[in-house]
């Protein structure tokens, strides 16, 4: 498996942020299938990807997933990314019944503190052994 296979769905995140590479460790740890592809959205593949720095009309700041030729951003896409994760997790796909407007305001209510609450990193750090593989360069 090449670490340029971008094949599958792909999570694009936050690459400093420590509450985002905290949430890629849970990922990495319950993706039993090894089905997600990850980049940090600051890097040259997370760039390319995306494109302009547009999704959906709204600038880039938070989670996206690539998935069948969709991008979803924010509170979309993490309920997408737990529907495919094994259980108990999956159950989580049950939040789409919460409406939108909702989700997205607690959504964004810890993405505008994550720095403040969580912290960040200088750099983006490089993942290690095993899961290296899972990270497009």
């Not at 998935?67 to 951003?73: C, L, M, S």
């Not at 505008?112 to 960040?120: E, I, M, P, T, V």
Request: charged share 30%.
């Amino acid at each position: 498996m090449s670490a340029t296979r971008r094949d599958g769905p792909i999570i694009l995140f936050d690459g400093v942020c420590n509450l985002c590479h905290a949430a890629v460790r849970f990922i990495l740890a319950h993706d039993r299938d090894s089905v997600f592809r990850f980049a940090p959205l600051e890097s040259r593949t997370g760039g390319e990807i995306i494109g302009d720095g547009l999704v959906e009309g709204r600038s880039v700041d938070s989670v996206i997933l690539v998935q069948d030729g969709a991008r979803y951003v924010r509170s979309d896409a993490v309920i997408r990314i737990f529907a495919q994760l094994g259980l108990p997790w999956r159950a989580l796909g049950v939040l789409r019944i919460v409406p939108r407007p909702l989700r997205e305001a607690a959504y964004q209510l810890v993405a505008r503190n994550r720095y403040r609450w969580f912290g960040r990193k200088d750099i983006c750090p490089r993942p290690d052994g095993e899961f290296r593989d899972r990270f497009l360069s």
